[in-house]
């Protein structure tokens, strides 16, 4: 009886399913469980290890399979000559405002949601490979530009892996390149910062700066 009883509870508590209301989650979350609805299995991943397969089942109703919708392209009139940047981040009005006026009348700056397919660069932070085969199949002629934000005046902090290290210590940052590339952007590297000491040869070591930081592209 107590085996009984002790079924009966697990049975009702398995009745109450989880919800997920997607217009709170982040966009790169709301995307992927987009997909996942629409037939596309998204690997979750920790590190380096595959954990295993997300899939999701539309809601059937009466025998009726009702997909996820699939809403038609956003319509945007863009002038001749201006590219379109559409923002995968999520950004109030003024940071993509600000964006707007440092890329200048030459670029119509966008949100995601609202850019058409047709657009033109894709600015996203560091995500999966799996999300980003789903943002560039939505939008199959940007030329995708990864990148991190740190903006203290804005508000906005999208680190990544890279920010990650050099907060954590590191010296500079080389993107993947040959190994005579690489030689060279290290001896750059330190040229570079054995000009800086230079420069504050009078100062005490106490004065001189934090942990030099240089992207070579």
């Known amino acids: 009886m107590v085996v009984l009883c002790h079924s009966a509870r697990v049975s009702r508590r398995r009745r ?58 956003p319509k945007v009139e863009v002038p001749e000559g201006v590219l379109v940047v ?59 530009v990864v990148t991190e934000i740190e903006d203290e005046v804005l508000g906005v902090h999208y680190s990544g892996p890279v920010g990650r290290m050099l907060d954590a210590g590191a010296s500079a940052y080389l993107p993947p390149r040959p190994v005579a590339d690489v030689v060279a952007g290290v001896r750059a590297y330190l040229k570079g910062a054995a000009a800086q000491a230079l420069e504050l040869r009078g100062e005490s070591r106490a004065g001189l700066p934090g942990p030099y930081r240089q992207v070579t592209d």
């Open 86 to 144: 559409a923002t995968a981040m999520r950004l109030s009005r003024e940071v993509r405002r600000r964006l707007a006026d440092c890329f200048g009348r030459d670029f119509l700056v966008l949100d995601l949601h609202e850019a058409p397919e047709s657009t033109d660069v894709l600015l996203v932070n560091p995500v999966s490979p799996q999300l980003l085969e789903v943002l560039r199949a939505r939008f199959p002629r940007a030329r995708v």
């Open 16 to 73: 109450v399913a989880p919800l997920l209301d997607l217009d709170q989650l982040p966009v790169d979350v709301r995307t992927v469980l987009e997909a996942a609805l629409s037939g596309t299995e998204v690997t979750l991943r920790r590190g380096e290890q595959d954990l295993g397969v997300l899939t999701a089942r539309p809601r059937v109703l009466d025998g009726d399979v009702v997909e996820a919708p699939r809403l038609p392209p």
